[in-house]
């Protein structure tokens, strides 16, 4: 059964440095999502992404994090200039178009130091 | 504003027991709801969705949506201790794109 992976698993930043974390969604699916899960808290929206442009952002994604779709299967969140705060789970979806099930991938555990 | 309400439990539930596991929204736009299985430390998992009133039932699940009372819950019949994890509750908002909205779970432990 088809999968949406991330990579990787576990990123160990110090603070005000740049990530990137990565995902390849699910092949036929046209809508890409970046959530992410502060620990003990819930699952936020980020960003939604089709056509190779946003579709709709949160008031969280501001000008520190930035999408791409750098070919044909990857999927990328950047944060710029990294935060203590920003530490937490990021997940990637998809959805093979607007409205439809969202599948998760397994996570990337951002921590922050 | 666009919220979704879940009772953070902690539920405990007998092994073989109905667990009920509730969600409320706020926003009368939503029209679709999802209930996902977040086991600790991993990805939401989706059990099933639904977007007419009323029940839709898979294996021994039950999703019944009530959008007169904006409510929306989940059941799960003879309860496993494999069921055991945090139950998340979203919902869609159309005008808003295609963001989903989730409670902050209700966390399930069934007692073997």
């Known amino acids: 059964e088809p999968e949406v992976t991330q990579t990787p698993s576990h990123q160990v930043t110090q603070m005000g440095q740049e990530v990137i974390l990565r995902c390849v969604p699910i092949?036929?699916?046209?809508?890409f999502y970046w959530y992410r899960q502060i620990l003990g808290q819930k699952v936020e929206f980020l960003v939604s992404?089709?056509?190779?442009?946003?579709?709709?952002k949160s008031e969280i994604f501001d000008d520190q994090f930035s999408v791409e779709r750098p070919d044909g299967s990857n999927f990328t969140l950047k944060i710029r200039s990294t935060k203590l705060e920003d530490s937490a789970m990021y997940f990637c979806?998809?959805?093979?178009?607007?409205?439809?099930?969202?599948?998760f991938g397994p996570g990337t555990r951002l921590l922050v130091l | 504003q666009k919220e979704v309400e879940q009772n953070s439990g902690p539920l405990s539930v007998p092994e073989g027991a109905i667990a009920s596991l509730n969600c409320t929204y706020s926003?009368?736009?939503?029209?679709?709801f999802f209930w996902y299985r977040q086991y600790s430390g991993k990805s939401p998992e989706l059990i099933m969705f639904?977007?007419?009133?009323g029940d839709k039932e898979d294996g021994r699940f039950t999703a019944q949506l009530n959008k007169a009372s904006q409510y929306v819950s989940l059941l799960i019949r003879d309860s496993q201790p494999s069921d055991s994890a945090t139950y998340l509750c979203?919902?869609?908002?159309?005008?808003?794109?295609?963001?989903?909205?989730f409670g902050t779970g209700t966390s399930l432990t069934v007692i073997p």
């Open positions: 979203a919902a869609q908002l159309p005008n808003t794109g295609n963001q989903f909205y």
């Open positions: 926003d009368r736009g939503s029209q679709s």
């Open positions: 979806a998809s959805s093979v178009t607007r409205g439809e099930t969202q599948y």
């Open positions: 639904i977007y007419s009133n």
């Open positions: 992404f089709y056509n190779n442009e946003i579709s709709e």
């Open positions: 092949s036929n699916h046209l809508y």
